[in-house]
């Protein structure tokens, strides 16, 4: 009788700290289609962890889900995940958060300035992009910072041969601030399709 006692004791305890285990090391829940996870074809349905690479093809989409934080993949999007940050390489994310997770974008570093927040965050064809959707953001690239509203956008062209007129004004060269013209996981993931094929290469 005691021991039946003991092993359902063992059982109940099992059930809350694997769980609480999981989300101490940082992992995700990764829903995907036409993905890979550091290099190999992912699950419809996985687990990632901290420095797991995910990179979504030109026909698919992946969401990470983790304790009230949703961020989506679009096509042709490649992210480093981290519990408390992503590291986005290329593409885009779309973040909704109720944890103040933030984006690492090149030397810039974009955090929530309260800990609920929906924003976007894209790096295509030379053009960084930084959207506070909902909540504002704060952005640093480590002696700099700047608090983005919502409903504004920061835009960076990395192509640019001289700084964007005004980009100096708060604080963050290259950087120019306007009010978002469109948003949309849906129109991110068009500009990515229809600009990968616009370049034509060089002589």
Same mark, same amino acid.
Request: hydrophobic share 45%; proline share 4%.
């Given at each position: 009788?005691?021991?039946?006692? *003991?092993?359902?004791? %063992?059982?109940?305890? *099992?059930?809350?700290?694997?769980?609480?285990?999981?989300?101490?090391?940082?992992?995700?829940? *990764?829903?995907?289609?036409?993905?890979?996870?550091?290099?190999?074809?992912? #699950?419809?349905? &996985? !687990? %990632?962890?901290?420095?797991?690479?995910?990179?979504?093809?030109?026909?698919?989409?992946?969401? +990470?889900?983790?304790?009230?934080?949703?961020?989506?993949?679009?096509? +042709? &999007? &490649?992210?480093?995940?981290?519990?408390?940050?992503?590291? +986005?390489?290329?593409?885009?994310?779309?973040?909704?958060?109720?944890?103040?997770?933030?984006?690492?974008?090149?030397?810039?570093?974009?955090?929530?300035?309260? #800990?609920? #927040?929906?924003?976007?965050?894209?790096?295509?064809?030379?053009?960084?992009?930084?959207q506070a959707l909902e909540g504002a953001l704060t952005v640093s690239n480590g002696t700099q910072s700047y608090t983005l509203p919502a409903g504004k956008e920061m835009t960076r062209n990395l192509r640019a041969a001289a700084p964007q007129t005004g980009a100096e004004d708060f604080?963050?060269?290259?950087?120019?601030?306007?009010?978002?013209?469109?948003?949309?996981?849906?129109?991110?993931?068009?500009?990515?399709?229809?600009?990968?094929?616009?370049?034509?290469? !060089?002589?």
């Amino acid at each position: 009788m005691l021991r039946a006692l *003991l092993a359902k004791l %063992v059982c109940c305890v *099992l059930v809350i700290a694997v769980p609480a285990a999981a989300a101490d090391m940082g992992s995700a829940v *990764l829903a995907a289609n036409a993905a890979s996870v550091n290099g190999k074809t992912a #699950a419809p349905t &996985s !687990t %990632v962890f901290a420095g797991d690479q995910v990179t979504v093809a030109e026909n698919g989409q992946a969401t +990470l889900s983790v304790g009230g934080t949703t961020v989506n993949l679009p096509a +042709l &999007s &490649s992210i480093r995940y981290g519990a408390r940050q992503i590291q +986005l390489d290329s593409g885009a994310v779309s973040v909704s958060t109720r944890k103040g997770v933030g984006v690492k974008l090149g030397d810039v570093s974009v955090v929530p300035a309260t #800990a609920n #927040a929906r924003y976007q965050v894209s790096a295509v064809n030379g053009v960084q992009r930084i959207q506070a959707l909902e909540g504002a953001l704060t952005v640093s690239n480590g002696t700099q910072s700047y608090t983005l509203p919502a409903g504004k956008e920061m835009t960076r062209n990395l192509r640019a041969a001289a700084p964007q007129t005004g980009a100096e004004d708060f604080g963050l060269p290259g950087w120019a601030v306007a009010g978002i013209i469109a948003a949309g996981l849906a129109v991110m993931t068009g500009v990515i399709v229809a600009t990968q094929g616009d370049e034509s290469p !060089t002589n």
